[in-house]
């Protein structure tokens, strides 16, 4: 066993943070440094794994997301951030709600305490404190979902059979909005992988247009291209936002290589229900998902506060 040398674990002194005027985000957080902050602390070293995980020139790295923070603003910061990462991960409901706000669907700032009840009388749909008209959602998402993929299936390049990355990169060439992240993958090659692609609206529009078209989505495809991806990159690193399927089709991925070099993991999931969402990275290291000696941490928070922080502070506009 180890010897523990006290003064060493006492030599990290908490320092009291001053606040000034016109603090940059920079300089905010470098003076948060010692403060010692419970998830404050936490966020800081992941922003340190960041800054080095894309100085890392060797290192091939995952953005991964779910969908709902894809309803509130940060949208376009997202956005913004793709050409920094080499590959996306995410869920159908991404796909939903960045092609609704593509054609111009308009969200709002709403209650968690709203009446459901009321709200479902008003067409009106809730997600946590987002209102969504219906008309700004699942129908304008079928309308534009059917205007593109009938340009795709007339187009001379047009395939029978795609995968889901292949197929949401045609959606991008045909989107105009320079905030939308299917828009920003295409533009910058950088591939989106959405295994849960059927699930949400874009999904069953693609499931209405199969059945009398001449039509096929190979999933197997894109499981074929992460595999090389983990057999070829020796180095990997992530920034996972969010659990379920996003995060765990990442790790699950980078166990083949060895595991993950560097991994940044934001959730407000509890670990005690032993869910993926609430597993700690740590947990990961057990299954080889991320390496024993690799540079980890999860910043327990609300992603909506915490990512504006971080991306502000590494310039990922």
Known sequence: MAKVNKNALLKNRVKDI?????MTTRQLIDNMRDMGGFSAQNMITGIDILQDMMADKKSFNFLSFPADIIATGMRGMIADSVKHFDAIMTTGGTLDHDLAKAFGGKYSKGSFEADDNKLHQLDIYRLGNIFIGRDEYGLSVERYFTEIMEDIYKSPD???????????????????????????????????????????????????FAQDRKFKLNLIKDEIALSNISFDQKVTGALMIGGGISKHHVIWWNQFKGGLDYAVYITTASQYDGSLSGARLTEAVSWGKI???ARYVTVDGDATIILPIMYSYLDLA
Do not use: W
């Open 158 to 208: 047009y395939k029978e059979e795609y995968s889901a990355s292949e197929l949401i990169n045609e959606f991008g060439k045909r989107i105009e909005d320079e905030h939308s992240i299917i828009r920003q993958a295409y533009l910058n090659k950088v591939p989106i992988f959405c295994p849960g692609i059927l699930d949400g609206a874009f999904g069953t529009q693609l499931t209405m």
């Open 18 to 22: 001053c606040i000034e005027k016109s």
């Open 291 to 293: 390496k024993e000696k």
